[in-house]
Protein backbone atom coordinates (compact mmCIF):
# COMPACT_ATOMS: atom_id res chain seq x y z
CA UNK A 1 0.00 0.00 0.00
CA UNK A 2 1.58 3.41 -0.70
CA UNK A 3 0.85 6.03 2.02
CA UNK A 4 2.38 8.69 0.22
CA UNK A 5 0.05 8.06 -2.90
CA UNK A 6 -3.07 8.12 -0.29
CA UNK A 7 -1.88 11.02 1.86
CA UNK A 8 -1.65 13.12 -1.69
CA UNK A 9 -5.57 11.75 -2.23
CA UNK A 10 -6.50 12.78 1.39
CA UNK A 11 -5.06 15.93 1.27
CA UNK A 12 -6.50 17.43 -1.91
CA UNK A 13 -9.91 15.70 -1.16
CA UNK A 14 -9.80 18.00 2.38
CA UNK A 15 -8.94 20.86 0.85
CA UNK A 16 -11.71 20.57 -1.64
CA UNK A 17 -13.72 19.66 1.47
CA UNK A 18 -13.29 22.73 2.93
CA UNK A 19 -13.49 24.89 -0.43
CA UNK A 20 -17.47 23.05 -0.07
CA UNK A 21 -17.68 24.38 3.51
CA UNK A 22 -16.85 27.95 2.92
CA UNK A 23 -18.89 28.17 -0.34
CA UNK A 24 -21.60 26.90 1.85
CA UNK A 25 -22.13 30.00 4.06
CA UNK A 26 -23.47 32.03 1.23
CA UNK A 27 -26.51 29.87 0.92
CA UNK A 28 -28.93 28.56 3.36
CA UNK A 29 -28.10 25.99 6.02
CA UNK A 30 -30.89 23.50 6.99
CA UNK A 31 -30.64 22.52 10.54
CA UNK A 32 -31.80 19.58 11.98
CA UNK A 33 -31.92 17.70 15.68
CA UNK A 34 -30.40 14.10 15.66
CA UNK A 35 -30.66 12.65 19.48
CA UNK A 36 -31.32 15.46 21.30
CA UNK A 37 -32.45 19.15 21.09
CA UNK A 38 -28.65 20.26 21.16
CA UNK A 39 -27.55 17.36 19.42
CA UNK A 40 -27.48 19.22 15.64
CA UNK A 41 -26.58 18.30 12.22
CA UNK A 42 -27.06 20.31 8.48
CA UNK A 43 -27.32 19.28 5.29
CA UNK A 44 -23.91 20.07 4.73
CA UNK A 45 -22.20 17.79 7.78
CA UNK A 46 -24.06 15.53 5.12
CA UNK A 47 -23.09 16.34 1.95
CA UNK A 48 -19.60 16.39 2.95
CA UNK A 49 -19.41 13.49 4.55
CA UNK A 50 -21.00 11.70 1.34
CA UNK A 51 -18.23 13.57 -0.72
CA UNK A 52 -15.69 12.32 1.44
CA UNK A 53 -17.44 8.60 0.56
CA UNK A 54 -17.73 8.98 -3.22
CA UNK A 55 -14.13 10.14 -3.49
CA UNK A 56 -12.61 6.76 -1.25
CA UNK A 57 -14.98 4.72 -2.63
CA UNK A 58 -13.74 5.81 -6.42
CA UNK A 59 -9.83 5.58 -5.00
CA UNK A 60 -10.33 2.27 -3.66
CA UNK A 61 -13.82 0.43 -3.07
CA UNK A 62 -12.26 -2.22 -0.99
CA UNK A 63 -11.45 0.57 1.83
CA UNK A 64 -14.46 0.70 4.76
CA UNK A 65 -15.65 4.46 6.23
CA UNK A 66 -16.67 4.86 9.64
CA UNK A 67 -18.26 8.46 9.57
CA UNK A 68 -20.61 10.23 12.02
CA UNK A 69 -23.73 10.48 10.01
CA UNK A 70 -23.89 6.95 8.66
CA UNK A 71 -22.92 7.31 5.13
CA UNK A 72 -20.24 4.84 5.27
CA UNK A 73 -20.64 1.40 6.03
CA UNK A 74 -21.42 -0.50 8.89
CA UNK A 75 -18.37 -1.42 10.68
CA UNK A 76 -18.18 -4.12 12.95
CA UNK A 77 -14.32 -4.83 12.76
CA UNK A 78 -11.17 -2.86 12.38
CA UNK A 79 -9.54 -5.21 9.74
CA UNK A 80 -8.31 -3.80 6.91
CA UNK A 81 -8.08 -0.49 5.50
CA UNK A 82 -10.42 2.07 7.38
CA UNK A 83 -11.33 5.33 6.78
CA UNK A 84 -12.53 6.98 9.85
CA UNK A 85 -14.56 10.52 9.34
CA UNK A 86 -15.75 13.70 10.81
CA UNK A 87 -17.19 15.83 8.47
CA UNK A 88 -17.66 19.17 10.92
CA UNK A 89 -16.55 18.43 14.07
CA UNK A 90 -17.92 20.90 16.22
CA UNK A 91 -21.48 21.14 14.11
CA UNK A 92 -22.66 23.68 16.82
CA UNK A 93 -19.78 25.91 16.01
CA UNK A 94 -20.64 25.83 12.45
CA UNK A 95 -23.57 26.99 12.80
CA UNK A 96 -23.45 29.44 15.76
CA UNK A 97 -20.03 31.32 15.21
CA UNK A 98 -18.79 29.76 11.54
CA UNK A 99 -15.53 29.49 12.79
CA UNK A 100 -14.09 26.41 15.45
CA UNK A 101 -15.13 23.30 13.19
CA UNK A 102 -12.82 20.74 11.46
CA UNK A 103 -12.70 18.16 9.53
CA UNK A 104 -11.45 15.29 11.62
CA UNK A 105 -10.10 11.97 9.23
CA UNK A 106 -7.86 9.15 10.23
CA UNK A 107 -6.59 5.98 8.08
CA UNK A 108 -6.28 2.94 9.92
CA UNK A 109 -4.81 -0.28 8.90
CA UNK A 110 -6.16 -3.54 10.61
CA UNK A 111 -6.49 -0.88 14.10
CA UNK A 112 -3.20 0.77 13.34
CA UNK A 113 -3.33 4.28 12.78
CA UNK A 114 -1.20 5.03 9.44
CA UNK A 115 -2.51 9.00 8.66
CA UNK A 116 -4.32 11.11 10.28
CA UNK A 117 -5.93 14.79 9.18
CA UNK A 118 -7.22 17.46 11.27
CA UNK A 119 -8.43 20.56 9.32
CA UNK A 120 -9.26 24.10 10.47
CA UNK A 121 -11.57 25.16 7.62
CA UNK A 122 -12.00 28.76 8.34
CA UNK A 123 -8.33 29.24 8.90
CA UNK A 124 -7.50 26.88 6.24
CA UNK A 125 -4.57 25.19 8.41
CA UNK A 126 -4.03 21.32 8.25
CA UNK A 127 -2.09 19.51 10.57
CA UNK A 128 -1.52 16.31 9.40
CA UNK A 129 0.98 12.78 9.95
CA UNK A 130 1.88 9.71 8.15
CA UNK A 131 3.18 7.33 10.72
CA UNK A 132 7.01 7.22 11.39
CA UNK A 133 7.29 10.19 9.37
CA UNK A 134 6.51 12.49 11.40
CA UNK A 135 3.21 15.29 11.93
CA UNK A 136 2.94 18.76 9.95
CA UNK A 137 0.94 21.91 10.19
CA UNK A 138 0.66 23.03 6.37
CA UNK A 139 3.52 21.45 5.64
CA UNK A 140 6.20 22.59 8.30
CA UNK A 141 7.43 19.61 10.80
CA UNK A 142 5.55 19.60 13.90
CA UNK A 143 8.26 18.75 16.55
CA UNK A 144 7.89 16.58 19.75
CA UNK A 145 6.36 18.16 22.72
CA UNK A 146 8.09 18.98 25.50
CA UNK A 147 8.08 18.36 29.06
CA UNK A 148 5.94 20.48 31.48
CA UNK A 149 5.03 20.41 35.32
CA UNK A 150 1.63 20.13 35.93
CA UNK A 151 1.10 23.28 37.44
CA UNK A 152 2.26 24.96 34.22
CA UNK A 153 -0.30 22.96 32.36
CA UNK A 154 -3.47 24.63 30.62
CA UNK A 155 -5.97 21.89 30.19
CA UNK A 156 -8.86 21.57 28.14
CA UNK A 157 -12.49 20.46 29.76
CA UNK A 158 -16.11 21.63 28.91
CA UNK A 159 -18.17 22.65 31.42
CA UNK A 160 -19.72 18.92 32.41
CA UNK A 161 -16.89 18.31 33.90
CA UNK A 162 -17.69 21.53 36.74
CA UNK A 163 -21.19 19.79 37.74
CA UNK A 164 -20.84 17.07 39.95
CA UNK A 165 -22.48 14.37 38.24
CA UNK A 166 -21.96 10.88 40.35
CA UNK A 167 -19.32 9.38 37.19
CA UNK A 168 -16.19 11.42 38.11
CA UNK A 169 -14.94 12.18 41.62
CA UNK A 170 -15.72 15.81 41.62
CA UNK A 171 -13.19 16.70 45.07
CA UNK A 172 -10.27 15.08 42.72
CA UNK A 173 -11.41 17.74 39.26
CA UNK A 174 -11.70 20.72 41.74
CA UNK A 175 -7.97 19.82 42.29
CA UNK A 176 -7.32 19.23 39.20
CA UNK A 177 -8.63 22.97 37.99
CA UNK A 178 -6.73 24.60 41.06
CA UNK A 179 -3.75 22.73 40.58
CA UNK A 180 -3.18 23.62 36.93
CA UNK A 181 -2.09 27.08 35.32
CA UNK A 182 -5.68 27.52 33.19
CA UNK A 183 -8.67 25.25 31.84
CA UNK A 184 -10.11 25.97 28.01
CA UNK A 185 -13.43 24.68 26.24
CA UNK A 186 -13.68 25.00 22.40
CA UNK A 187 -16.61 23.10 21.44
CA UNK A 188 -14.73 20.80 19.01
CA UNK A 189 -12.84 17.60 20.30
CA UNK A 190 -10.54 17.40 16.97
CA UNK A 191 -9.64 21.53 17.89
CA UNK A 192 -8.86 20.42 21.42
CA UNK A 193 -7.10 17.33 20.01
CA UNK A 194 -5.33 20.09 17.68
CA UNK A 195 -4.32 22.25 19.92
CA UNK A 196 -2.97 19.41 21.74
CA UNK A 197 -0.75 18.38 19.43
CA UNK A 198 0.72 21.49 18.92
CA UNK A 199 1.52 22.36 22.16
CA UNK A 200 -1.07 24.96 22.78
CA UNK A 201 -3.27 22.76 25.52
CA UNK A 202 -1.17 20.54 27.09
CA UNK A 203 -3.99 18.06 27.94
CA UNK A 204 -8.10 17.16 26.79
CA UNK A 205 -10.42 15.49 28.74
CA UNK A 206 -13.90 14.27 27.71
CA UNK A 207 -16.23 11.67 29.36
CA UNK A 208 -17.73 10.42 25.95
CA UNK A 209 -16.58 11.00 22.54
CA UNK A 210 -16.79 9.10 19.14
CA UNK A 211 -14.33 7.27 17.21
CA UNK A 212 -14.86 9.95 14.10
CA UNK A 213 -14.21 12.75 17.04
CA UNK A 214 -10.86 11.54 17.38
CA UNK A 215 -9.55 9.40 14.57
CA UNK A 216 -7.72 11.47 12.60
CA UNK A 217 -6.01 13.37 15.83
CA UNK A 218 -5.21 10.00 17.42
CA UNK A 219 -2.83 9.30 14.48
CA UNK A 220 -0.84 12.45 14.72
CA UNK A 221 -0.45 12.73 18.42
CA UNK A 222 1.71 9.58 18.26
CA UNK A 223 3.73 11.33 15.85
CA UNK A 224 4.25 13.87 18.27
CA UNK A 225 4.69 12.19 21.53
CA UNK A 226 1.01 12.72 23.01
CA UNK A 227 0.00 9.99 24.91
CA UNK A 228 -4.06 8.79 24.18
CA UNK A 229 -6.01 6.75 26.19
CA UNK A 230 -9.43 6.39 27.86
CA UNK A 231 -9.92 7.89 30.98
CA UNK A 232 -8.84 4.40 32.69
CA UNK A 233 -5.50 4.42 30.92
CA UNK A 234 -6.63 2.13 28.67
CA UNK A 235 -6.72 2.53 24.49
CA UNK A 236 -9.79 4.05 23.12
CA UNK A 237 -12.23 2.08 21.71
CA UNK A 238 -12.78 2.54 17.99
CA UNK A 239 -15.21 0.52 17.59
CA UNK A 240 -17.79 2.19 20.44
CA UNK A 241 -17.76 5.80 22.22
CA UNK A 242 -15.35 5.61 25.22
CA UNK A 243 -13.85 8.39 27.77
CA UNK A 244 -10.90 10.35 26.19
CA UNK A 245 -7.81 11.70 27.55
CA UNK A 246 -5.08 13.01 25.49
CA UNK A 247 -2.15 14.89 27.10
CA UNK A 248 1.34 15.77 26.86
CA UNK A 249 3.56 12.98 28.18
CA UNK A 250 5.22 14.17 30.89
CA UNK A 251 1.59 14.73 32.90
CA UNK A 252 -0.68 11.70 31.25
CA UNK A 253 -0.13 9.61 33.91
CA UNK A 254 0.03 11.70 36.42
CA UNK A 255 -3.54 13.17 35.55
CA UNK A 256 -4.74 9.30 35.36
CA UNK A 257 -3.39 8.45 38.63
CA UNK A 258 -4.29 11.94 40.82
CA UNK A 259 -6.54 13.90 39.16
CA UNK A 260 -9.24 11.41 37.68
CA UNK A 261 -11.26 8.65 39.07
CA UNK A 262 -14.23 7.45 37.31
CA UNK A 263 -16.78 6.15 39.72
CA UNK A 264 -19.15 3.52 37.80
CA UNK A 265 -17.58 2.26 34.88
CA UNK A 266 -20.87 0.71 33.44
CA UNK A 267 -21.60 3.73 32.82
CA UNK A 268 -18.96 4.78 30.42
CA UNK A 269 -19.87 1.60 27.98
CA UNK A 270 -22.61 1.94 25.45
C1 LIG B 1 -18.90 17.08 19.06
C2 LIG B 1 -17.77 18.03 19.41
C3 LIG B 1 -17.85 18.44 20.87
C4 LIG B 1 -17.84 17.23 21.78
C5 LIG B 1 -18.98 16.31 21.41
C6 LIG B 1 -18.88 15.89 19.95
P1 LIG B 1 -19.82 17.08 16.52
O1 LIG B 1 -18.78 16.65 17.71
O2 LIG B 1 -16.53 17.44 19.18
O3 LIG B 1 -16.76 19.25 21.21
O4 LIG B 1 -17.96 17.66 23.12
O5 LIG B 1 -18.93 15.16 22.23
O6 LIG B 1 -19.96 15.06 19.62
O7 LIG B 1 -21.13 16.44 16.85
O8 LIG B 1 -19.89 18.55 16.48
O9 LIG B 1 -19.19 16.43 15.33
CA1 LIG C 1 -22.66 15.52 15.53
CA1 LIG D 1 -17.51 15.14 16.27
CA1 LIG E 1 -19.59 15.88 13.26
Do not use: C
Not at 207 to 217: E, F, Q, Y
Not at 220 to 243: C, M, R, W, Y
Amino acid sequence: MDLRKINDFAIKTIFHAGDQIRESFSKELIIETKASANDLVTNIDRKIEQYFVEKIKELDPSHKILGEEGMGDKIVTLDGPLWIIDPIDGTMNFIKQGRNFMISIGFFVDGVGKLGYLYDVMRDELIYAIKGEGAFINDQQIGKLKPLKIEEAVIGINSSWVIPNGKINHEKVVKLIRTVRGTRSYGSAAMEIALVVTGKLDAYLSMRLAPWDIGGGMVIAQEVGAVVSNLKGQPFNLLNHDTFLIANPSIHQLLLEHYIELKDEKQHSN
